[in-house]
């Protein structure tokens, strides 16, 4: 009992760095769109690979369910509210256990 808590914790924490994760790969995605950076540089390229191994997993199936509308990818906004709604949730089961 006294170790779901803290685990809800770090699940909600986990869950914040993922929300960032996909935040940075969108910018970088428009930063390389308008050639800002350089998609070739091995930096740039490492970054780009790591961050799409770990979102693409998760936007893959929600672009099947929302296509691109006019070009414009709305699942990482569907993926933020995803996100939202269980950070929520594990706040709302947080409230339950004395502290």
């Known amino acids: 009992m006294f170790i779901i808590a803290p685990l809800l914790n770090v699940l909600h924490d986990l869950l914040g ?14 930063l390389e ?3 800002i950076v350089n ?10 690979n790591f961050l799409q191994s770990i ?6 199936p929600i672009r099947r369910i929302i296509p691109p509308i006019s070009g414009w ?4 906004i569907a993926l933020f509210f995803i996100i939202y709604f269980f950070q929520g949730v594990l706040l709302e089961i947080l409230k ?4």
């Open 33 to 35: 769109a308008f050639e």
């Open 55 to 60: 979102t693409e997993p998760a936007l893959a």
């Open 73 to 76: 990818d709305l699942s990482p």
């Open 96 to 99: 339950k256990f004395p502290s």
């Open 17 to 30: 760095l993922y929300k960032l994760g996909v935040s940075i790969y969108i910018i970088l995605g428009w």
């Open 39 to 48: 998609k070739y540089n091995s930096v740039v390229y490492s970054i780009h």
